[in-house]
């Protein structure tokens, strides 16, 4: 079965700098999607990005972008420019291509505590 | 983009009562709506997936008879906690498959927060 790891349960950064979110996962398959999702104080689940494992180059959407790196089944999420608006609890996300039910493998999520 | 509307934001209900979460899909059909359990600072827990018109499908330990779901509609799935009592206090959110825009993939409600007292 697969798994998805975040050793990080906490992170804090100053504001304007920037913040790299670590993920690693577990997978015989080949083909599978990557994402990182955030849950502000509101709680409303918002996606950042996301990765297919097929597509070598890295993610990037404005100021998130990703470091994937297949072979290590790492997946970590560089914030930069970092704002006080990205102060959140951040969620790497698994799903296997062959699933049909396509349900996502979370990992435990990282709170990122931005510093003014 | 895809919206998920999901009601009520927050319930406080009698233990041994029933509390119905609705999930709608405004601008799109979601054929799969999956329901999480979330505990403070934790992750999200899978409680189970249904597809529309099918019996939903319930992760190990989750009394299916507890918590009832029913996604009738492509754009309406319901979960009811019935007989409710204090350890089913929780965040629950609810998750649409969508196919629109960046958020391909899932849609999410706000979620729910339940209070049994």
């Known amino acids: 079965a697969q798994t998805v790891t975040q050793s990080q349960p906490e992170m804090s950064v100053q504001e304007a700098e920037t913040v790299t979110l670590s993920c690693t996962y577990d997978?015989?398959?080949?083909?599978?999607?990557l994402f990182w999702y955030k849950q502000p104080p509101s709680r409303q689940m918002i996606l950042v990005i996301r990765?297919?494992?097929?597509k070598q180059q890295n993610a990037t959407e404005n100021r998130f972008s990703v470091n994937f790196q297949k072979a290590a089944k790492s997946f970590s999420l560089k914030i930069s420019d970092s704002q006080l608006g990205d102060a959140a609890m951040y969620f790497c996300?698994?799903?296997?291509?062959?699933?049909?039910?396509?349900?996502?493998?979370w990992g435990a999520g990282t709170k990122l505590i931005i510093k003014p | 983009g895809a919206v998920v509307s999901q009601h009520p934001s927050w319930v406080i209900c009698k233990s041994g009562t029933s509390v119905k979460i609705e999930c709608r899909s405004l601008?799109?059909?979601?054929?799969?709506m999956f329901w999480y359990r979330q505990f403070p600072k934790q992750s999200l827990m899978l409680m189970a997936t249904?597809?529309?018109?099918?019996?939903?499908?319930?992760e190990q330990g989750v009394e299916k008879d507890k918590f009832l779901i029913n996604h009738a509609s492509l754009t309406l799935s319901t979960l009811t906690v019935t007989s409710a009592h204090p350890e089913d206090s929780s965040f629950y959110i609810c998750?649409?498959?969508?196919?629109?825009?960046?958020?391909?993939?899932?849609?999410f409600g706000s979620g729910t927060r339940l209070t049994v007292v």
């Open positions: 998750s649409a498959r969508s196919t629109r825009g960046f958020s391909y993939g899932y849609t």
């Open positions: 601008d799109f059909q979601a054929t799969t």
């Open positions: 996300a698994y799903r296997s291509v062959m699933d049909s039910n396509y349900q996502l493998i």
């Open positions: 997978t015989s398959e080949s083909d599978y999607y």
């Open positions: 249904s597809n529309e018109g099918s019996k939903a499908t319930y």
């Open positions: 990765q297919e494992a097929y």
